[in-house]
């Protein structure tokens, strides 16, 4: 099984990753929650990586930190829960937020993941509880360390392209480039303004 990979970042989008390493390209699905903090396209990388075998493929998922690869782990484990919903999940909550979240049995937050309703998250809390813990003290022990602003921009401007009927992963795509792009203040109204001028300077070329 391949835990980790580190190689030159190729090919970036919301969905997935190519990363090069000694001349092979792996194809590697991330949650946006990592896309969000990947390099630029030609750089190094370094993901946590886990493997998902089926009869007709092997899957590679990649994540920026152990945390993250770990609650992937524990995600898989649950009753109803395959690699593509925990992917989800990990896209719609960071991993310390939904670390807490099953560790409080936080219904209300579970239940607002995308893709997630209320069974599932009474059998996330049911099942993982106790296994979380391992998982928030660190969090908890360094005085709850609060979000990055830039990541609650991103999340709030993929949510507005969302609503105005674009895809999630041209929205995702846009919001990054608007956010590293930008001249200025990174404020959710200069970033959605940015992002919509480069939609539409794609649109027309």
């Known amino acids: 099984m391949i835990g ?12 997935h990753v190519i990363v090069e390493v000694n001349g092979v390209g792996y194809r590697v699905f991330v949650p946006l929650s990592t896309y969000y903090r990947l390099p630029d396209e030609g750089t190094e990388v370094l993901l946590h990586t886990a493997t998902y075998l ?4 092997l899957h590679l998922y990649g994540f920026i930190t152990e945390r993250e690869r770990a609650l992937f782990d524990l995600l898989r484990g649950v009753t109803g829960i395959g690699p593509r ?10 991993a310390e937020e ?15 993941i995308p893709g997630v309703g209320r ?9 993982l509880k106790e296994k979380v813990q391992s998982l928030i003290e660190p969090v908890e022990a360094a005085a709850a360390p609060r979000r990055d602003p830039s ?6 401007v993929v949510s507005a392209l969302l609503n105005l009927g674009y895809s999630r992963p041209v929205a995702s795509k846009a919001a990054a480039k608007a ?19 480069l939609l539409a300077e794609h649109a027309e070329g």
């Open 54 to 57: 089926r009869e007709d493929a």
């Open 85 to 94: 919903l925990a992917i989800n999940i990990l896209s719609g909550i960071t």
């Open 151 to 156: 990541e609650e921009v991103l999340q709030d």
């Open 179 to 197: 956010l590293r792009t930008v001249d200025g203040d990174q404020d959710f109204e200069t970033v959605i303004k940015r992002a919509l001028r």
């Open 98 to 112: 939904l670390a807490a979240a099953i560790g409080r049995a936080d219904l209300v937050r579970l239940s607002a």
């Open 119 to 127: 069974k599932t998250s009474e059998r996330m809390i049911l099942e």
């Open 4 to 15: 980790l990979l580190r190689g030159q970042l190729v090919k970036r989008d919301p969905a």
